[in-house]
């Protein structure tokens, strides 16, 4: 089966083809992804209205280059897919109207994928199959815990209260004068510094259950920053990749020991790490590190597969369109979608 899929939940629009048989690992023939990154990092985030006109131009452009790279036709693809969910109202609404567009004139089926489910399921495109684990999911938009017993069939055992973990990056990144997207700059930063150099809070770790929270911590990081400069209340250069290594060992160290209790507590023996802030290299090998102590094994997905991308979501529809879904074609689109 051949699908193309459409995300356009955020501030990237991409487009992939994807081949696939149930059971197998899933083919990546083209996937496309044109950023405006550059474009939001004047405003330090991301402008709605700036994304959906983006995405509005770009679409069309990114289809034909992925058709071409994948060295197929549109004729030949047997199903179209679109993120529906959660994102920016108006961005979604660009992808999920020119998906169904595209399925409606080729007379083929429309499948309206929800994006978390995308993330979740990132880590098993190569395989293809969907093995019962535990997923924890932190992107720029949410920090979830759920368990999964297979496709479809998800658990959510707890989520952020406030801000998400990659939210968090960005936030405290622009506080010190870093440019936005704020997670890969902290990781670089952080890199020359000492994570003991300040003693952030690590918030809710004692408390039972799996809910998140990170905005103490964002505060933390302010008081910190005028306790150390009063006249400004900017970073001074000498603290910041300090002030980078010791925010960042807080969010890791909250994440991996909520991430492995839930494991533990759903009988799990596996764990699946997705989304952006998966992506930092210190929060993945303490992450090893813990899993290989409780002798749980850890997937993660490629790169190019953590951040937002329409692999992913081509990979969630091909799962479905095996079992014989099919969205309507009125199928609305639903800003807070829950998985
Ligand atoms: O999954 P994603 O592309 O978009 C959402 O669905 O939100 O995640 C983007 C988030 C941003 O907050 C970005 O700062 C964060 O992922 N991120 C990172 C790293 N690379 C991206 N956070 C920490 N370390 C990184 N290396
Ligand atoms: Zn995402």
């Known amino acids: 089966?051949?699908?193309?899929?459409l995300e356009s939940s955020c501030d990237e629009t991409?487009?992939?083809?994807?081949?696939?048989?149930p059971g197998k690992p899933a083919e990546i023939l083209a996937s496309e992804i044109a950023s405006q990154i550059e474009l939001?990092?004047?405003?330090?985030?991301?402008?709605?209205?700036?994304a959906s006109r983006n995405h509005s131009l770009h679409l069309r452009p990114l289809v034909e280059?992925?058709?071409?790279?994948?060295?197929?036709?549109?004729?030949?693809?047997?199903?179209?897919a679109a993120t529906s969910g959660?994102?920016?109202?108006?961005?979604?609404?660009?992808?999920?109207?020119?998906?169904?567009a595209m399925a409606a004139a080729a007379g083929k089926p429309f499948l309206a994928i929800?994006?978390?489910e995308g993330h979740l399921l990132s880590p098993f495109v190569e395989t293809g199959i969907v093995l019962p684990h535990l997923a924890l999911i932190v992107s720029g938009g949410h920090t979830l815990l759920l368990d999964v017993a297979g496709p479809g069939r998800y658990s959510k055992l707890g989520g952020t209260r406030d801000d998400a973990a990659g939210e968090a990056f960005d936030k405290v990144a622009k506080m010190l004068g870093l440019p936005y997207p704020g997670g890969p700059e902290i990781e670089r930063t952080?890199?020359?510094?000492?994570?003991?150099?300040?003693?952030?809070?690590?918030?809710?770790m004692k408390e039972p259950g799996f809910d998140f929270s990170f905005s103490g911590l964002k505060t933390a990081v302010l008081y910190t920053l005028s306790e150390r400069n009063p006249d400004t209340g900017s970073a001074r250069p000498e603290d910041l990749a300090d002030l980078c290594a010791s925010f960042q060992e807080a969010v890791i160290e909250v994440l991996v020991t909520k991430t492995l209790r839930a494991a533990k507590h759903a009988g799990r023996d596996l764990i699946a790490l997705s989304g952006g802030v998966s992506l930092n290299k210190t929060l993945r090998a303490a992450f090893e590190v813990a899993c290989r102590k409780e002798g749980i094994a850890l997937a993660t997905a490629t790169p190019g597969l953590c951040t937002d991308n329409a692999a992913m979501i081509a990979f969630a529809a091909l799962l479905?369109?095996?079992?014989g879904h099919a969205s309507p074609l009125d199928a609305d689109i639903d800003p807070n979608l829950p998985l």
């Not at 939001?40 to 700036?50: F, K, L, N, T």
């Not at 959660?86 to 609404?93: C, H, M, W």
Request: charged share 15%.
């Open 40 to 50: 939001h990092r004047q405003y330090g985030g991301v402008v709605p209205e700036v």
């Open 65 to 80: 280059q992925a058709l071409q790279h994948a060295g197929v036709s549109i004729r030949d693809i047997d199903a179209f």
């Open 86 to 100: 959660p994102g920016l109202a108006s961005s979604l609404l660009i992808g999920a109207t020119a998906a169904k």
């Open 320 to 323: 479905r369109a095996f079992e």
């Open 190 to 204: 952080a890199a020359g510094g000492n994570k003991q150099a300040f003693a952030f809070p690590r918030s809710m």
């Open 14 to 21: 991409a487009v992939a083809i994807l081949s696939g048989e």
């Open 1 to 5: 089966m051949l699908l193309l899929a």
């Open 114 to 116: 929800n994006h978390l």
